[in-house]
């Protein structure tokens, strides 16, 4: 059996986002796949090759200002040569974002990040998971505890370190990262019986 390949492209200012993609690599790997984390930020060509051999892209971001971080518009811009030439094209495509507000307009960055992965023409794999903290038995403890569909989000305080993310949310992240490598395999035995 093939296994597949999954490829974290993130930008993490302040290190909350890093917490998030090292928890997303940990579900991934826990599910058998082969897991790359790359700093978009800090790109190699090597890098950039990895990405072009990956089975599945998540793309990870802190929200600034409404949207992904500067720094991730950069590469994300940087990807229109393999928009060119449809490298991506039927890779999946995941993602994950922290801001510091509850809502924090996470859902945007999400969603820029399905554009981006539908203009690569990759696949998207939402986070699969039904939302927590939403009744008088729920608890912040909860997966999904911010009640995001599109991908994993998580939010953490502005005045404090990465050491404060937030154990449900690095537990939901696990669970997107598990979610990414087990459709990637499904996948790939779907292409191999084709």
């Known amino acids: 059996m093939t296994t597949p ?9 302040y290190g909350h986002t890093a917490v998030i993609a090292e928890a997303v690599r940990a579900g991934a790997a826990e599910a058998g796949a082969e ?25 990870g ?20 040569k393999r928009w060119a ?14 801001s510091a507000s509850k809502s924090g307009d996470k859902l945007h960055t999400l969603q820029y990040f399905q554009i981006l992965a539908a203009q690569l023409g990759m696949h998207w794999v939402n986070l ?11 608890s912040e403890h909860d997966l999904n505890r911010l009640g995001v569909f599109t991908g994993a989000a998580a939010q953490t305080n502005a005045d404090e370190g990465p ?9 939901t992240a696990e669970q997107l990262g598990r979610r990414v490598a087990q459709t990637a395999r499904v996948f790939l035995k779907g292409l191999a019986a084709a």
């Open 5 to 13: 390949v999954v490829s974290i492209a993130y930008h993490s200012g």
């Open 128 to 138: 699969g998971l039904l939302p927590g903290w939403n009744s008088s038995t729920g």
């Open 61 to 80: 971001s802190p929200t600034y200002m409404g949207t992904a971080s500067g720094a991730f518009h950069v590469f994300a811009e940087a990807t229109s």
């Open 35 to 59: 897991v790359h984390l790359i700093k978009v930020d800090e790109i190699t060509e090597e890098q950039w090759a990895t990405l072009d051999g990956s089975d599945a892209i998540v793309f």
């Open 85 to 98: 030439t449809q490298a991506w094209k039927d890779k999946l495509a995941a993602g994950f974002t922290n």
């Open 163 to 171: 050491e404060a993310v937030h154990k449900a949310d690095i537990a």
